[in-house]
């Protein structure tokens, strides 16, 4: 069930030592494409927020966006700010939905959170678990991922972005008690340029229960800082990446999530590729 490990931890048995080295168990595609090109990120969003558009359903709101839209008018005003893409979806998930994502996370388990670590010598890396992370979390894999609320949510979350469900990391179900948080971060992973997953572009953020106290997802960088605060059932999406150059960092999406005060914080997020991750992800190629 673990061709990677396989690969790795039994080499000389298995005759895959030269697989060791990332170059030769990995090597790039020139010809796969990512899954957008400069100025498409700007689309996506573009048509998520469009006012007569399909996704009103989800009562999309933009918090921050790059420019004014053209049709916006001298004296109108409006209730967002320019930067980064930072867009809500306020109706995208049912009651009964984020009520079984939370019992996924607990049939799978909760356990504390972890970061990437250092690179070892196979071109994979440690898990860090550090004072700036002290979520629990859970992973949607295995008996989680064939569940039919996990193929709905990830289905619509395709349908509102365009990008196929094999450029996701699998669904992290995060569970926040009174105290924990996660320190100014950033979502944007540097090796993954040169890797076969192309870098994460977007993350896509479930809100699984309100939240009496705190617990909001931080903007720092953004001007105002910006804030958004838990509601059940609202996605928060945004960028990693510049819309021009999607394999280049946007620094302005640093962001982190804020102690919970009074109750528990129940999320997910997906984390978005530029290309294929699941199939390298298996080979231990990301």
């Known amino acids: 069930n673990n061709p990677a490990y396989m690969v790795l931890q039994c080499a000389p048995s298995c005759k895959t030592c030269d697989k060791i080295d990332i170059k030769n168990r990995c090597p790039m595609d020139p010809e796969i494409k990512d899954v957008y090109g400069p100025g498409e990120i700007d689309k996506m969003f573009e048509d998520i927020v469009e006012p007569d ?41 049912s009651e009964e ?58 289905s619509r979350m395709m349908e509102v972005t365009g990008i ?21 971060h950033h ?43 838990p509601k059940k059932g609202r996605a928060l999406i945004w960028s990693h990446v510049r819309s021009d150059n999607p394999n280049r960092k946007d620094g302005r999406t640093d962001h982190g999530a804020l102690p919970v005060e009074a109750g528990v914080k129940f999320a997910a997020n997906a984390w978005i590729h530029s290309k294929d991750f699941k199939a390298p992800n298996l080979k231990g190629c990301v």
């Open 53 to 93: 558009g399909q996704f009103q359903v989800y009562t999309p709101v933009i918090h921050s966006r790059p420019t004014f839209p053209k049709t916006l008018s001298e004296n109108e005003e409006v209730d967002y700010q320019l930067g980064p893409w930072v867009v809500t979806l306020d109706n995208f998930l």
């Open 164 to 184: 196929p469900t094999e450029n996701y990391e699998s669904l992290q179900i995060l569970k926040y008690e009174v105290g924990q948080y996660y320190r100014t």
């Open 187 to 229: 979502d944007f992973i540097e090796h993954h340029v040169d890797r076969q997953s192309g870098p994460r572009i977007l993350t896509f953020f479930l809100y699984l229960s309100d939240v009496e106290e705190g617990g909001g997802t931080n903007f720092p960088k953004l001007e105002p800082p910006l804030t958004i605060f």
């Open 97 to 154: 939905e984020c009520d079984e994502m939370i019992r996924q996370g607990y049939s799978e388990g909760y356990e504390r959170s972890s970061d990437v670590g250092k690179m070892k010598f196979d071109g994979t890396f440690d898990i860090l678990v550090n004072d700036g992370r002290t979520s629990t979390n859970a992973w949607c894999n295995d008996d989680c991922q064939t569940q039919d609320v996990t193929k709905a949510i990830e």
